[in-house]
């Protein structure tokens, strides 16, 4: 006798879950801001047009994607290659200690960079020892690129963990050909693994520059407000008695809206490959 619940019912119910999930975490919050918006859309529409702080923060939060990201992969892929190469148990080993840096929270490491490249940081104070200013070399930590580089701290090993089954999975006999055939090793990896890998290499981009353009804590930690990017600007609406929450809320579509671009590029780029192999 067959079961009253075929397959496609068992699946619909089985979604369920996620389904729930999807409207308790993602559209009520998102709806929410929209109405917010649309409430106060002529006033928003006048602030926004005024925001002396918008344009350089959406400008500062582009670029903070960008060179996060770019520093994350140029660390990370040459890192996830050395690991793939590794035997079994070294691999994994390898592949516990790249996860610790992802264990600690944004304030842990936001202290950690003030405590070794701040003005008194103990970085600081040894290139100090050399004649440089370490009030004017401890200042770097807390701009733009030095937010990237203390955010590269726990997305470089989020690229490698990403990036391990890429470099592990992936046929090495083009690349022993083009050796063979007498290309040089820089040569023949372009023509041959980084081919194959640029799809992967921009989808992980794009990855990693939409979580640097949205984090929160570590900016805050580390510099406060003294940054000028979205996330922060965010916070500025809502605090210190301000509760700007229409402008919240319309800053907050637009860093959604900045990310889910980036996030769209990156997956075009993967579709891009998949049609590609299709055709061929």
Not at 199 to 218: E, K, N, Q, R
Not at 243 to 272: I, N, Q
Request: charged share 10%.
């Amino acid at each position: 006798m067959a079961s009253p619940f075929g397959s496609g019912a068992v699946r619909r119910l089985g979604a369920l879950p996620a389904y729930a999930w999807l409207m308790l975490f993602l559209l009520l919050p998102l709806g929410s801001l929209l109405l917010e918006v649309a409430i106060e859309s002529d006033a928003l529409s006048v602030s926004l047009r005024d925001d002396a702080l918008l344009g350089t923060a959406a400008w500062n939060t582009i670029l903070l994607g960008a060179g996060t990201a770019t520093l994350s992969l140029l660390a990370g892929a040459p890192l996830a290659r050395a690991v793939a190469r590794l035997s079994e148990g070294r691999r994994q080993l390898m592949l516990v200690l790249l996860g610790v840096p992802l264990t600690f929270s944004g304030l842990v490491i936001a202290y950690g960079f003030i405590l070794a490249f701040g003005r008194a940081g103990f970085i600081t104070q040894l290139i100090a020892m050399l004649g440089a200013d370490p009030a004017v070399v401890g200042k770097w930590i807390y701009s733009t690129g030095g937010l990237a580089f203390a955010y590269g701290y726990y997305l470089i090993p989020r690229v490698a963990l990403i990036m391990v089954p890429l470099f592990a999975n992936l046929d090495r006999r083009p690349y022993d050909a083009a050796l063979t055939l007498g290309a040089p090793p820089w040569r023949a990896w372009l023509d041959t693994d980084f081919r194959e890998l640029a799809p992967s290499f921009a989808a992980i981009w794009c990855l990693i520059a939409a979580v640097a353009m949205g984090t929160y804590g570590t900016a805050l930690a580390l510099a406060g407000t003294q940054i000028n990017i979205l996330p922060l600007l965010i916070y500025l609406k809502i605090s210190d008695g301000s509760g700007d929450f229409p402008m919240a809320a319309a800053l907050s579509l637009l860093l959604l809206g900045m990310c889910v671009l980036v996030l769209a590029a990156g997956e075009w780029a993967t579709r891009g490959r998949d049609r590609l192999l299709v055709t061929h």
